[in-house]
């Protein structure tokens, strides 16, 4: 069993920076990938980042390349989103997930293991 616990959200201005955390207990996450997605009010779930810990291969939604980075720490078993020049559209509940095969995937319904979600809310 995997648990993983986000955290970092909160309210910021536009053009502000966050960085969500997720630390994973249980199982190790050497051959997996671990992933973000937002949900915002009325829409579904959608992919923003992923990243295979096996080689740091990553792979960003168009909507946050270039503003957001993924990155994990292996020993601490911990994923990071760094979410710099913030917009109102990022506004959502991010949730962590990880999938035990080693192939990227934006499709929620591919990943096992979810957070419990953390808001982030961005004001313009």
């Known amino acids: 069993q995997v648990q993983l616990v986000e955290s970092g959200g909160g309210s910021v201005q536009a053009g502000a920076s966050l960085r969500l955390s997720c630390a994973a207990s249980?199982?190790?996450?050497?051959?997996?990938?671990a992933g973000w997605f937002r949900q915002a009010p009325g829409k579904e779930r959608e992919f923003v980042a992923a990243i295979r810990w096996s080689g740091g291969t990553t792979l960003y939604a168009d909507s946050v390349k270039g503003r957001f980075t993924i990155s994990g720490d292996t020993a601490k078993k911990t994923v990071y989103l760094q979410m710099n020049s913030l917009k109102p559209e990022d506004t959502a509940v991010y949730y962590c997930?990880?999938?035990?095969?080693?192939?990227?995937?934006?499709?929620?319904?591919?990943?096992?293991?979810w957070g419990q979600g953390t808001q982030v809310t961005v004001s313009s």
């Open positions: 249980g199982r190790t996450f050497s051959g997996s990938v």
């Open positions: 997930a990880a999938r035990l095969l080693a192939v990227i995937s934006t499709t929620p319904g591919s990943y096992t293991y």
